[in-house]
């Protein structure tokens, strides 16, 4: 077996059955192996940069292994930013990338990069030294991908090794072992700890939905009478909603009743975060002296936040020890349902103003609308971008694998890609995605991708003609005026350049018209972009949630 058909023989093995990717002639090989198996699928995408997001969003909404393959160089530099995306959260992907022939190595050839390039954006890059090992190279890489914390694995193999016909080493499979078990004695302090708290609080992140931990996660709630305040790759972990556990999103747009909560708090439980700078502004916001974290990393305990308890591992596995210790302890259960309530309710209030039925209508308003009219079994997936912000706060994630948005790296262009890889990976499902103008023109030509697959996607654009967030600032804080960074003189017909891409276009600038807008392209067999006017001049979720 020659290598390059080796490769997609293991890719299958382990799962895999698309590779999204953009054919070159290095790449050639592989693709000719994808078609001779017949079982796999190679998505055809417009620009390196969105193959790496359209993978992690099929990851991130199934639960299972991606696989991507590109042109050395250029193609590979251009999937850097997703694989860093996915790098941040954890989710685990396979990156082959055709590598310089060793012979020439460091004589620039075409497209040339130092394979240690990539070292930082990965989990692991591994490169493969000799043809022989190619296969045995990939089983290594399957494996680290698939270890908990997971992430995206990189895997250099020279173009001249794709065609040669060697006898391939194999090898014994590797194990997917992590901390696999939680340490009594911490379990049980932790249970004490908490159960003596008169107002626990649990901050859930995105390792509860990595390890499937949502049951778990709901059971310590309701036994601890402890709201849930998720972080950024946390929301969904618990639906969000009235008589939900979840209080709300910590995030730089956190409204104060939400700090209040964590503030007031005289317990807490963090599981599956890492605390990052972005979620708790820099670690300035306020976490109760009696904190237990768990956590599958290690370096990650004492970050931002000294612990008194710090527990290294599997947040479904920490939290069922837990349940299980706190099953024999006697301790008074508030009410999380109540307490999360009052959180959400004041939150609402401060939205009021915000709702407005006619156009401009504000992200708030459209929000709503668009949850209003999407199915509540849906997946979405959202961009990054000023409504995102606002999306933390008003738009009610349904559950652990239906709402999907950048972590830390918080990339704009994802929600289109991630929106593609999402209907891949669940043909059945209705996929909803969620940009904003600035965010969409940088995978534009995505469109043309889920016209080319026919995938049934609902795209919903929100239009205000400005990169709003840094115009807000520079208008602000700098001598750069009001709108500097907007695009009103040069508006962009969203719907004439979906058409011109074979794509199904609608407008809606009212409430009504966006939930009628959305029923009917979700319930459209095609791919159809729903354009939503807002108002540019907008208060920033940040600033109006802090008054």
């Avoid at 999380?336 to 039925?357: F, K, Q």
């Avoid at 909803?432 to 026919?454: K, P, W």
């Avoid at 600032?473 to 709108?483: S, T, Y």
Wanted: glycine residues 10%; hydrophobic residues 40%; charged residues 20%.
């Amino acid at each position: 077996m020659d290598v390059s058909h080796a490769v997609i023989e293991r890719l299958a093995a382990a799962g895999i059955d698309t590779v999204f990717g953009i054919p070159g002639t290095q790449t050639l090989p592989l693709n000719e192996a994808i078609d001779r198996r017949g079982d796999v699928r190679f998505v055809v995408a417009r620009h390196e940069t969105a193959v790496s997001h359209q993978a992690w969003g099929y990851a991130e909404t199934s639960g299972r292994l991606a696989a991507t393959a590109v042109v050395p160089g250029p193609g590979d530099m251009n999937a850097m930013n997703g694989l860093k995306n996915a790098y941040n959260d954890c989710t685990p992907l396979i990156h082959i990338a055709v590598e310089t022939d060793p012979e020439i190595r460091g004589g620039d050839g075409i497209h040339e990069t130092p394979p240690d390039t990539y070292d930082n954006v990965v989990k692991a890059n591994l490169l493969v030294e000799r043809p022989e090992g190619t296969a045995a190279v990939l089983e290594e890489a399957i494996a680290i991908a698939e270890t908990p914390p997971k992430g995206p694995v990189r895997v250099g193999i020279p173009k001249g090794y794709l065609s040669m016909n060697v006898p391939l080493a194999t090898s014994g499979e590797y194990s997917r072992e992590f901390v696999s078990s939680v340490p009594e004695e911490d379990v049980e302090a932790a249970a004490e700890l908490l159960a003596d708290a008169d107002a626990p609080v649990i901050v859930a992140g995105g390792g509860v939905r990595t390890a499937n931990a949502s049951d778990d996660l709901r059971r310590v709630a309701d036994g601890l009478g402890a709201p849930v305040v998720t972080t950024y790759k946390g929301k969904g972990a618990l639906p969000d909603g009235p008589g939900g556990y979840v209080a709300g999103t910590l995030s730089g747009s956190a409204s104060p009743e939400l700090l209040t909560l964590l503030a007031d708090a005289d317990a807490a439980l963090a599981v599956g975060t890492d605390f990052d700078a972005l979620a708790t502004r820099a670690w300035d916001v306020d976490i109760p002296e009696a904190l237990v974290h768990v956590t599958l990393e290690a370096a990650d305990i004492g970050t931002g936040y000294d612990p008194s308890i710090g527990i290294v591992a599997d947040a479904s596995e920490a939290l069922s020890s837990l349940e299980s210790a706190l099953a024999h302890r006697e301790y008074p259960s508030g009410n999380a349902v109540e307490r999360a309530d009052a959180v959400r309710t004041a939150t609402n209030e401060r939205l009021a103003d915000l709702r407005v039925s006619s156009p401009p209508l504000t992200s708030v308003s459209a929000l709503e609308a668009i949850r209003e009219g999407t199915p509540r079994e849906a997946i979405v997936t959202a961009d990054a971008g000023g409504f995102r912000v606002w999306g933390l706060n008003v738009f009610e994630a349904a559950g652990p694998r239906s709402y999907v948005n950048p972590g830390s790296w918080a990339t704009m262009g994802t929600g289109l890609p991630s929106g593609i890889g999402a209907q891949l990976a669940n043909p059945d499902d209705d996929v909803v995605v969620l940009t904003g103008d600035g965010g969409l023109m940088m995978c534009v030509h995505e469109l043309h991708t889920a016209v080319a697959e026919a995938l049934p996607i609902t795209v919903v654009v929100f239009v205000n003609e400005d990169y709003a967030i840094i115009s807000d600032d520079a208008g602000r804080n700098f001598e750069l005026g009001e709108g500097r960074y907007a695009w009103s003189d040069a508006p962009i017909d969203f719907a004439g350049l979906a058409a011109s891409l074979g794509m199904r276009a609608e407008h809606a600038e009212t409430p009504a018209e966006i939930r009628d807008g959305i029923a009917e392209a979700v319930g459209a067999d095609e791919p159809v972009l729903l354009e939503v006017p807002t108002d540019p001049r907008e208060p920033q979720a940040s600033d109006w949630m802090s008054e």
